[in-house]
């Protein structure tokens, strides 16, 4: 009987750390080795199993960075979101356990393994988008919530080496460790719905782009009709001209809008939607735009990060530009995709005055403007972002890489 009870008891923990493992993956890609998967199971189950009793020092912190440790190496991501997330599954399972082990006297496995199934199924309906990531500003706001739910915890467990003398003082720590249980859950899903979010307000950019392409489309038909409707008029307007009026009624003529502009960039969808979209307001503003793209198909990246990282690009030159005299305006942009890596330079002059933009420095190179936005989309997709400042002209060079997925 008692090697039977053992024998469940070691499946219940081998479940259990599995539940805890898929979990972790609603929030967080493992990266695509074996080790890394045996390290992220072997942390799992450690996290699920370790027993915490308040007052005892011995087990919580080590746990935690051990587990926080296999994250760290194992998981993809940027650090903010891989740092967040091993501390909110951590501490949610610390929670239930220090419930477990002081209040609910049973096996140690059952209760827990149970508990890491129904967890998982719950947060499974409720999982953000896949390879999420939030704004630096969102993630500092939800550390910021997590500072008392965490604080609570640690000093219940660690700081609390009362021997409970009165049912009061008992009471008040399991109030106080569900409260943080509840807490933990709850920022996970804001988390989750904060994601959401933004995924939506990213969709609607590209909506509102793909409304303006569309419309310059509609547009440059229009005008290629008109034209085609004109030309016999034209030409035989032109047979009648002086011969020193003709010259300059041609060179009239092929300044019409159907004769040059163009809304195909390159042979994705995308890149020309956002293109086209900003070339209409560089136009407004009287700025020259320089379009190289040599993007033969359709980028194998999500179109929010796309747009992320070319419409906040686009749209900090454009700032940068309009603070310029008319003739000083010009923007160039160097788009290519090769090899599952998509790279772009895009470069423009500085106004005179003083910036946050006069320095090569990462730390100043990444305030404000969208940078930190397009720094984090190209980490999401294994890639990076080089600023650099030079005689005036600043430059922005990015890369995307697709052949981790």
Known sequence: MNTFLHFLELLSIVLGAWCVYCTIGLFLAVK?????????????????????????????????????????????????????????????????SALHDNYFLSYPSFGKSLFALVFYLLLRRLSPPKDYELSPALWKLLFLLTVTPVGILLSVVLLDNSAYTSNRVYLLDFVLLLLSLFSFSGLLWTASVLARQQELEAESSVFQASRVYYESLEQQNFEIRKLKHDMANHLQTLLHLPDQEKNPYIQNLLRTPALFQTVKYCGDNTVNIILSSKAAAFSQHHTAFHVRAEIPASLPFESPDLCTVLCNALDNALEACTKLPEEQRQVFLNARFSKGIFTFELTNPLPPEPSSFQTTKKEKALHGFGLKSIQAAAEKNSGGMEVTVKDGIFSLFVYLCHAHR
């Open 32 to 96: 695509n080795s074996f080790l890394y998967r045996f390290l992220v199971f072997c942390g799992a189950a450690l996290v699920l199993c370790m027993v915490i009793y308040i007052g005892d020092w011995a087990n919580l912190p080590p746990t935690f960075l051990f587990f926080l440790f296999c994250l760290w190496v194992s998981c993809d991501g940027s650090r903010a979101k891989r740092l967040y997330t091993g501390l909110l599954l951590s501490c949610v399972y610390f929670s239930f």
